[in-house]
C-alpha cells in the first residue's frame, strides 16, 4: 500500500510561484510512475504533469509547459511540482498521483492518491 500526502499549495497572485510536494510511505515509492492532476471546481480532473520512476522522463499538459517543472527525489520519496508564472486558470486543488510503472496521462490508470491541496491565483 502506498499513501501520498501533498503540501505547499496556498494563495498566489498572478504571475507568482509555487512549489508543491508529495511525499510517500512505502518502500515501493522508487519504482512508480507519478503524476499531478488538477481539479477545478465543476471541472473534470486534468492532467497535468508526469515523471518515470528515474526520473530521466517527464510528461506535461500544453497548458503548463514552459511553467511548470516535475521533479523527484526518490531518496527522500518526495515528487515536487513547481509552479511558476501561475495564472488565475491555474486555480484548482492539485492531487498527485502514482502507479506501478505505467507510463499514462489517464486518471483512472493511477492506483494511488493523495488528499489533494488547494491552489488559488488571484488576479
Known amino acids: 500500500q502506498v499513501q501520498l500526502v501533498e503540501s505547499g499549495g496556498g494563495l498566489v497572485q498572478a504571475g507568482g510561484s509555487l512549489r508543491l510536494s508529495c511525499v510517500a510511505s512505502?518502500?515501493?515509492?522508487?519504482?512508480?510512475?507519478i503524476g499531478w492532476f488538477r481539479q477545478a471546481p465543476g471541472k473534470e480532473r486534468e492532467f497535468v504533469a508526469a515523471?518515470?520512476?528515474?526520473?530521466?522522463?517527464?510528461y506535461y499538459a500544453d497548458s503548463v509547459k514552459g511553467r511548470f517543472t516535475i521533479s523527484r527525489d526518490n531518496a527522500k520519496n518526495t515528487v515536487y511540482l513547481q509552479m511558476n508564472t501561475l495564472k488565475p486558470e491555474d486555480m484548482a486543488v492539485y492531487y498527485c498521483?502514482?502507479?506501478?510503472?505505467?507510463?499514462?496521462?489517464?486518471?483512472?490508470?493511477?492506483?494511488?492518491w493523495g488528499q489533494g491541496t488547494q491552489v488559488t491565483v488571484s488576479s
Open positions: 498521483a502514482a502507479n506501478r510503472g505505467i507510463v499514462t496521462m489517464t486518471p483512472t490508470l493511477y492506483n494511488y
Open positions: 515523471i518515470t520512476s528515474s526520473g530521466g522522463r517527464t
Open positions: 512505502g518502500r515501493t515509492f522508487s519504482s512508480m510512475f
